[in-house]
């Protein structure tokens, strides 16, 4: 019982880390579309970039 509520949390890390890798893609396309040193998630967050 253990073994599967193990499976199941690493399955629900996995999932969140990839719709932040997701938004951290489309936050560079977007910064170098536009050209800003910062771009604004789908979420709201504040992505800051140097540049």
């Given amino acids: 019982m253990a073994e599967h509520q193990i499976k ?6 996995n999932e969140q880390e990839h719709r932040l890798a997701g938004a951290d893609r489309s ?7 536009k050209g800003l040193s910062f771009s604004i998630t789908k979420e709201g967050g504040c992505v800051g970039v140097g540049v």
Avoid: P, R
């Fill in 8 to 13: 199941e949390e690493l399955k629900a890390i």
């Fill in 27 to 33: 936050s560079i396309f977007f910064l170098k579309v």
